[in-house]
């Protein structure tokens, strides 16, 4: 079973700039997250998806960053203009449940998106 | 926004030693899992833990459920330089809200 893809792997940008990120998780998995991961830090939860409809984004930064699911597959993470405090790798991860977590219940990661912004 | 704290932040060991590491917060989760993440790569779930009180154990590794389900703890018998790594805590909530802990850095040397 193939695992979840994300690209690019990393990403220089200079300050004001925009960035796209790409995510395609395991085939039939229902739920998307996007994950903020600050060097040496637990991941931020941005905003996840179930099927092609966001459940929570409350910690998304709305006024730069954007995200959407079309056809509750694929997942683009855009950010626009990039800041400084950006830098950070993005993490995609997917879990196959639509309902509640059970005992056997798993998130599956990407590799993540490193992104650098000077 | 709900908080998982876990204690310690880094953690530098030698091989062959006992290590306990917590994860802490004032709000209730469904259940609470545990994952280890290496440089370069996701997070990999080692364990998920859903009554109060539960004890799981994962060769050298204890995991420990808090009774109101609010505090989980990771122990680590006989630590070896392949437990090297980055310790996540993640509580889940709602409809399938997956929430990390600050993390816990260890660092097994030989």
């Known amino acids: 079973e193939a695992g979840v893809a994300q690209s690019p792997r990393y990403k220089i940008i200079e300050k004001r700039q925009s960035v796209a990120f790409w995510c395609n998780p395991i085939?039939?998995?229902?739920?998307l997250y996007w994950y903020q991961q600050i060097l040496g830090q637990g991941p931020k939860l941005l905003i996840q998806?179930?099927?092609?409809?966001?459940?929570?984004d409350s910690q998304l930064p709305k006024d730069r960053f954007s995200a959407e699911r079309l056809k509750g597959v694929d997942s683009t993470l855009k950010i626009q203009p990039a800041k400084l405090e950006d830098s950070a790798v993005y993490l995609c991860a997917s879990s196959p449940a639509g309902g509640p977590w059970t005992e056997n219940t798993e998130a599956f990661f990407g590799q993540g998106t490193r992104l650098t912004v000077v | 926004t709900q908080l998982l704290e876990q204690s310690p932040q880094f953690l530098s060991i030698q091989e062959g030693e006992n290590l306990t590491v917590y994860c802490n917060s004032s709000?209730?989760?469904?259940?609470l899992q545990w994952y280890r993440q290496e440089p370069g790569e996701g997070p990999v779930l080692l364990v998920t833990?859903?009554?109060?009180?539960e004890v799981k154990k994962l060769k050298r590794l204890t995991f420990q459920f808090g009774d109101a389900r609010k505090d989980s703890s990771l122990h680590i018998t006989a630590a070896q330089p392949g437990d090297t790594g980055l310790y996540l805590c993640?509580?889940?909530?709602?409809?399938?809200?997956?929430?990390f802990g600050t993390g816990t850095r260890l660092l097994v040397s030989p």
């Open positions: 085939s039939g998995h229902a739920t």
């Open positions: 709000s209730v989760f469904s259940s």
């Open positions: 833990v859903v009554t109060g009180g």
């Open positions: 998806f179930q099927n092609n409809g966001v459940v929570d």
């Open positions: 993640a509580g889940l909530t709602g409809f399938q809200k997956l929430v």
